[in-house]
């Protein structure tokens, strides 16, 4: 039975019944593919379906949510039913009669799910070779394909009907190349919510050779100095430092509950005049895009923080319940087995002026970073620690030899108010946020930045 055929309403005023402020439905409709091609062959190749539907309640700024894979309508008025007898605080809630405009989508080319499985293995196996017939010092290699196809239906007690079909794909490529004892990593990962028209821009070929020069670009690079130096960060070095040392803060749950260094701050200065951050689920194409949030509210551009001032938080249903404001869209969730929780989407500093160029020659010797790696952050006092992936000395105002084994270290708020050149261009990165045990796609970005001093992890007196 398909889902529009159900009594949505009365499935709705079956979770009301004891009482309740609000009550949604959420369907999912999952169709996944994924590829895996280690020690030059295909390991695993599966497809999958998964479906299911979340009830949830919100009363007295609390949750209750269950969640099933039986999708017909006893299934779904008993579950209701357990969830009402979990509120029990009153009077019958009540629910408007549901309006809905159809299934959206955003635009996507060539859908995964038109494609044959063998041509999506010779995606895979295409950077596979590529990757091993490049040098002789490559040692592993692992390429991943993976898409997704998810329909979702959201309907609430005010009367919302949304539904939404989203698509995405994610594709990587990581190698492990040797020499003399060194070892040393490349990882390229391309996505987005598109279809295989992505491999018209990006080749699995160039997206197998970036990995591989990365790797070997590595092997060779010297071991990076130690201590507080001018750090130029890339606009390809993608969003990391944006999304760890600033954007988990401004969730508002984090907030609300104090584990933020930006609790309580809005309207306060947090970073650099020259700072502009921004969190937009509108953008076509990117990985942590889409039509709708997971609690059916319009995606939406948020602006975080404006020329260095907080501006506001990143809410969902209920958390914007507890400040007596809006949802900015926020709401999100790895699937119907969880319930919505405020997320980033595509979260990045916004672009400045100043031409790339002249940011790096204005530092006499620093450190460019070209491309970061993984990190962590304490969202309570803003304390980080990111590794850098690809990194290059600065000297004299020009990108000098390449370096490895560096870290960044500092504190987001600090480190926001010291930036003090913005460049005029912007480059995204893409990853699978985790949070409260979800992973969600997101994207993130920033353009060529100047920060005056950091302390960079190195070796210490190596110059």
């Known amino acids: 039975m398909e889902i529009k055929e159900l009594d949505t309403e009365r499935i709705l005023r079956e979770c009301l019944k004891k009482g309740g402020d609000y009550a949604d439905l959420y369907y999912e409709d999952t169709l996944n593919t994924s590829i895996v091609c280690e020690d030059q062959r295909i390991e695993k190749v599966i497809s999958g379906r998964d479906r299911g539907v979340g009830l949830r309640v919100i009363f007295g700024l609390k949750t209750a949510y269950a969640y099933t894979n039986s999708v017909d309508e006893d299934s779904l008025l008993e579950l209701a039913d357990t969830i009402s007898r979990m509120v029990a605080s009153g009077k019958t809630g009540s629910v408007a009669i549901l309006k809905g405009k159809g299934l959206e989508s955003m635009p996507v080319t060539i859908p995964p799910s038109s494609v044959p499985i063998d041509r999506k293995v010779d995606l895979v196996e295409k950077g596979n070779r590529c990757a091993w017939t490049m040098d002789k010092r490559v040692r592993q290699v692992k390429v991943v394909y993976g898409d997704g196809l998810r329909r979702v239906l959201i309907a609430n007690s005010e009367g919302n009907l949304v539904e939404e079909e989203r698509t995405h794909i994610l594709y990587f490529v990581h190698v492990v190349a040797e020499e003399g004892g060194v070892v040393q990593t490349g990882y390229e990962p391309i996505g987005g919510t598109l279809g295989l028209e992505i491999f018209d821009e990006d080749a699995p070929e160039e997206v197998a050779r970036r990995a591989v020069d990365r790797a070997l670009l590595m092997l060779r690079a010297r071991k990076a100095p130690g201590g507080r130096m001018p750090v130029v960060l890339s606009s390809e070095a993608g969003g990391t430092m944006i999304h760890e040392a600033i954007g988990h803060g401004l969730e508002a749950d984090l907030a609300q509950q104090g584990l933020s260094v930006f609790s309580g701050r809005v309207g306060e200065e947090v970073a650099s005049k020259v700072v502009t951050v921004v969190d937009d689920a509108t953008l076509p194409g990117k990985r942590g895009s889409f039509l709708y949030d997971d609690e059916g509210t319009p995606a939406q551009r948020t602006v ?59 530092v006499e010797r620093g450190l460019f970073v070209k491309k970061m790696g993984g990190g962590q952050v304490n969202t309570v006092n803003g304390n980080f620690v990111f590794e850098v992936s690809e990194g290059y000395l600065i000297e004299k105002g020009k990108v000098g030899e390449p370096v490895r084994g560096a ?21 995204f990165g893409i990853g699978t946020c985790g949070k409260d045990g979800q992973g969600v796609p997101v994207a993130d970005a920033q353009p060529t930045l100047r920060i005056p001093e950091m302390v960079v992890g190195g070796e210490i007196g190596k110059e």
């Not at 507890?322 to 989407?345: A, C, F, L």
């Not at 504190?411 to 010291?418: A, S």
């Open 304 to 362: 975080l923080v404006e020329r260095g001032v907080l501006k506001g938080y990143l809410y969902d249903r209920l958390t914007a319940m507890k400040d007596g404001v809006e949802s900015t869209g926020n709401g999100r969730r790895e699937s119907y087995h969880y319930r919505p929780i405020p997320r980033m989407t595509n979260t990045f500093i916004a672009p400045g002026e100043l031409d790339p160029g002249s940011i790096i020659s204005s």
């Open 407 to 427: 870290t960044l270290t500092g504190n987001g708020p600090e480190v926001l108010k010291m930036i003090d050149m913005v460049g005029n261009d912007l480059g």
